[in-house]
T-cell receptor
Framework: LAKTTQPISMDSYEGQEVNITCSHNNIATNDYITWYQQFPSQGPRFIIQGYKTKVTNEVASLFIPADRKSSTLSLPRVSLSDTAVYYCLVGDANYGGSQGNLIFGKGTKLSVKP | GAVVSQHPSWVICKSGTSVKIECRSLDFQATTMFWYRQFPKQSLMLMATSNEGSKATYEQGVEKDKFLINHASLTLSTLTVTSAHPEDSSFYIC?????????????FGDGTRLSIL
């Protein structure tokens, strides 16, 4: 079961780029890397998912080095509304529960200030 | 995008009451759904994996007789908290993944806030 390590918290200012790095040294061959955002009293919202190299969508980029032992979520030009907890998860997309998919770590609490 | 609907969003009831929470995938079929619990200022904890047409798989420490899970169709899973007590008060969240779509992420409902008096 691949565990993840993220910074507990990060502070930023509006308009800055924010990079949150996640370590997952025991990632398995079949594992994908998925990032979610959670606001208080809401369910996690999917941000981005990748397997290797770089993935980009309309809200974020995900950088994954060749050894896949870490990944970096990049949020361009953050705003106050990006204040939330960000979770990095590693798991086999084909299986669930105890077989290793989507076990949540503590996440990173991002605070964006004006 | 994929949408998962959870109902109710908020429930308050007396101790000893049983409460049912529904989780629906609105625009896709989900062979597997997952149930999580989240206490204040903590991360999500996986409770069980719900499989359509078969018994749920519970995580260690989760009482299967306390938290009854039914996954009767490819779009609906229910979690029933039986004889709820104040310590069962929490934020319950479900998630679902599309059938046979390798690499597809799970999508989460907006959670159910359960308060037992």
């Amino acid at each position: 079961l691949a565990k993840t390590t993220q910074p507990i918290s990060m502070d930023s200012y509006e308009g800055q780029e924010v990079n949150i790095t996640c370590s997952h040294n025991n990632i398995a061959t079949n594992d994908y890397i998925t990032w979610y955002q959670q606001f208080p009293s809401q369910g996690p919202r999917f941000i981005i998912q990748g397997y290797k190299t770089k993935v980009t969508n309309e809200v974020a980029s995900l950088f994954i080095p060749a050894d896949r032992k870490s990944s970096t979520l990049s949020l361009p030009r953050v705003s106050l509304s990006d204040t939330a907890v960000y979770y990095c998860l590693v798991g086999d997309a084909n299986y669930g529960g105890s077989q290793g998919n989507l076990i949540f770590g503590k996440g990173t609490k991002l605070s964006v200030k004006p | 995008g994929a949408v998962v609907s959870q109902h109710p969003s908020w429930v308050i009831c007396k101790s000893g009451t049983s409460v049912k929470i529904e989780c629906r995938s609105l625009d896709f079929q989900a062979t597997t759904m997952f149930w999580y619990r989240q206490f204040p200022k903590q991360s999500l904890m996986l409770m069980a994996t719900s499989n359509e047409g078969s018994k749920a798989t519970y995580e260690q420490g989760v009482e299967k007789d306390k938290f009854l899970i039914n996954h009767a169709s490819l779009t609906l899973s229910t979690l029933t908290v039986t004889s709820a007590h104040p310590e069962d008060s929490s934020f319950y969240i479900c998630s679902a993944r599309e059938v046979s779509r390798e690499g597809k992420p799970q999508h989460f409902g907006d959670g159910t806030r359960l308060s037992i008096l």
